[in-house]
């Protein structure tokens, strides 16, 4: 029997839910992801629309936005991430949460304003593939937050063993490679950033190059529409 990265994907966030619950905060309130709502914000409305949170690990992500007065549908491929964020839901948020691969999506296509997908691309077998997949499920002008482990970040390392000829489940790429992956399958780049390993300041990036930024980066986000697809936010 071949190798079946989706199951072995479950297997290994199912691994990792406990260690992932205990840094998830601190990641959301003054880690890596502490800019991405603030950004997001920038581009969605409560009132355009659902927000999906695919790959969505605990849960915090999703009930932050939520706070905020968002419609927010967290998903994950792992069982137990999701009970774990299932404990998230509280009278007055619009939160829910589903187990589900991103592969086979369930929803109607064009359901949401704005799809939140944070290191989630790269624990996928197919990453041009899931990004065909993910436009059909955006409104028209819906954005598409793409968060990607940068050159930096140590998560990287569940890929190594791959050099001694063994099956993993990521697909780390460059922040490069992402973008142009984007432009090259039917995305617009509105706006990128990257976060950065700590040492690295603010005023050191300001005299760098778009590539070497991304050379530094723990994370490279990128805020992003289907092309021909673009709607004015005010």
Known sequence: MGFNWHAACETHWNKMSAHWQANSEEMWETGSRKTILPVLTRYIQPDKGRVLDAGCGDGYGSAKLAELG?????????????????????????????????????????????????????????????????????????????????????????????????????????????????????????????????GVTLEMTEALSLELCQALSFLWMFYTRPVNARQTTK
Request: proline share 6%.
């Open 70 to 198: 968002f419609q927010v549908t967290g998903l994950d491929i792992s069982e137990e991430m999701i009970k774990k964020a299932e404990t998230r839901i509280k009278p007055g948020l619009a939160l829910s949460f589903v187990k589900a691969d991103l592969r086979k999506l369930p929803f109607p296509e064009h359901s949401f304003q704005a799809i939140m997908a944070i290191n989630v691309l790269e624990w996928t077998d197919d990453p041009r593939e899931m990004l065909t997949e993910l436009k059909r499920y955006l409104q028209p002008g819906g954005l598409l937050a793409l968060g990607i482990l940068g050159p930096t970040a140590a998560p990287r390392e569940h890929g190594y063993r791959r050099l001694y000829g063994e099956d993993v489940v990521i697909n780390t790429m460059m922040p490069w490679e992402c973008g142009r992956l984007l432009t090259e399958n039917g995305y617009e780049i509105v706006h990128q950033e990257g976060v950065y390993k700590r």
